[in-house]
């Protein structure tokens, strides 16, 4: 990527270290308990992966408990549905998935709104839902938001996966194309509003240009993760050829927005935002000399499989000597873990994976790998103070550990740390 040496040089311990600081992850939890504290987090990471799995807490509730003390799902559906759109200052957008990102920041987001659009009207799909579309838009400028349940059964017509009611397509395409806007969940039903009543008229009124949308959802990426190498695994990316992304990523290094770096015994340069070099540089003093500080082996964290941390499947072999695969869409027969196995973070390294699975009162913890080298014996206080904090935002009674899963002390160790933490 570069055309000269990297003008910074750093460890892949003070990397980790940097890591695990600036994800909040050192110690855990360690955010104070409130909605504040969501939003101080959505500021720094830019953005939260949203999943709907809720086998044990959602993907970025899981993100915002590892970080959050006392953390309660209700603050994000607050923050992102609020009754009073006024009030609401996380919304949901397309960026590289579905993620959480600022209210202030949806100007930036746009762009695949935009296009989605321009799509549906060259296409022949309004044509073909108008229909459809007329009514919902109708019913929701008169009545207000509405599901696609509101809306009774309809003929089928072609989706993109598969026949799906007519009322259902036209609402997913009205929202895809931003002309609606999400104005609340419950499980796995949506009611949609329109956008002009669920955006802050400023923001709604913003615009900005294609360019500057493709930097910002660039520098999303690094905001997110915190320290990523060109080669970085391919779906981080913005689709689009490789040439572009290189001359983008060359002209926001040359204006001072990211800053190249070399780690030691990885081939790739890596970037991250400038303004956070410092945070980089105090990591390497804290790693190096004769006596480094060393990362408490029982600051355990519960990672989510979509946390930006572990967005990097190759940066997780190259700096820390982890393999993770998110599971859950692998053929049972091919797994080696679980379908929903999380990794965990102690102190600055990944030293295992956790299965963890709501069971009426419980939190139950039916598979428990730890990675080769590793001393469980290190991390149990630690693992316990984690599933503790993982029952509490579930509001689990109480957590238990499937049998055989843990030698009998260990087991005891592990619940009765968890007990005493309650």
């Given at each position: 990527m570069s055309d000269g040496a990297a003008s910074f040089r750093v460890s892949?311990?003070?990397?980790?270290?940097?890591?695990?600081?600036?994800h909040f992850l050192r110690p855990p939890r360690s955010l104070p308990s409130g909605k504040g504290s969501v939003l101080a987090l959505v500021a720094r990471l830019g953005s939260l992966q949203f999943d709907p799995v809720d086998l044990a807490g959602r993907n970025h509730e899981i993100v915002c408990g590892s970080r959050i003390r006392d953390f309660e799902p209700r603050w994000l559906d607050e923050l992102l549905y609020d009754v009073n759109p006024a009030r609401r200052q996380l919304v949901e957008q397309y960026n590289k998935a579905l993620n959480i990102v600022p209210m202030s920041e949806l100007p930036y987001y746009r762009r695949t709104a935009d296009r989605a659009r321009e799509r549906y009207w060259s296409d022949g799909t309004y044509r073909r839902l108008k229909r459809y579309v007329d009514e919902v838009l109708q019913r929701i400028e008169r009545e207000g938001p509405l599901s696609a349940a509101d809306f009774g059964p309809s003929r089928k017509v072609s989706w993109w996966w598969g026949p799906t009611p007519?009322?259902?397509?036209?609402?997913?395409?009205?929202?895809?194309?931003?002309i609606l806007f999400l104005a609340r969940r419950e499980g796995s039903r949506r009611w949609f509003d329109l956008a002009e009543r669920l955006i802050p008229p400023a923001i709604y009124a913003k615009r900005v240009t294609d360019d500057e949308q493709q930097a910002h959802r660039l520098l999303s990426r690094y905001r997110a993760h915190g320290l990523l190498a060109f080669n970085a695994s391919s779906e981080i990316w913005l689709s689009g050829p490789h040439r572009e992304r290189r001359a983008l990523t060359k002209r926001l290094v040359a204006e001072g927005q990211l800053a190249e770096v070399a780690v030691e015994g990885v081939d790739a340069p890596h970037h991250l935002p400038a303004a956070e070099l410092f945070a980089l540089d105090a990591a390497a003093v804290a790693t190096s000399g004769s006596r480094p500080v060393a990362a408490d082996p029982n600051a355990v964290a519960i990672i989510a499989p979509l946390d930006p941390i572990v967005w990097d499947r190759k940066g997780l072999r190259s700096l820390y000597g982890f393999d993770y695969k998110w599971e859950i869409y692998t053929p049972p027969a091919k797994r080696l873990y679980g379908p929903y196995a999380m990794p965990i973070h102690a102190g600055d390294r990944f030293v295992g994976?956790?299965?963890?699975?709501r069971d009426e009162?419980?939190?139950?913890?039916?598979?428990?790998?730890?990675?080769?080298?590793?001393?469980?014996?290190?991390?149990?206080?630690g693992l316990a103070a984690a599933l503790d904090a993982q029952g509490r935002m579930i509001g689990a009674e109480r957590v238990e550990v499937v049998d055989g899963l843990l030698t009998s002390a260990g087991a005891k160790r592990l619940l009765r740390a968890a007990r005493a933490l309650r």
């Open positions: 892949r311990a003070a990397a980790r270290r940097y890591l695990a600081e600036r007519g009322y259902r397509a036209a609402l997913e395409m009205l929202s895809y194309a931003g994976r956790i299965q963890l699975r009162s419980r939190l139950l913890v039916d598979g428990l790998w730890w990675e080769r080298g590793v001393r469980p014996a290190h991390h149990l206080d």
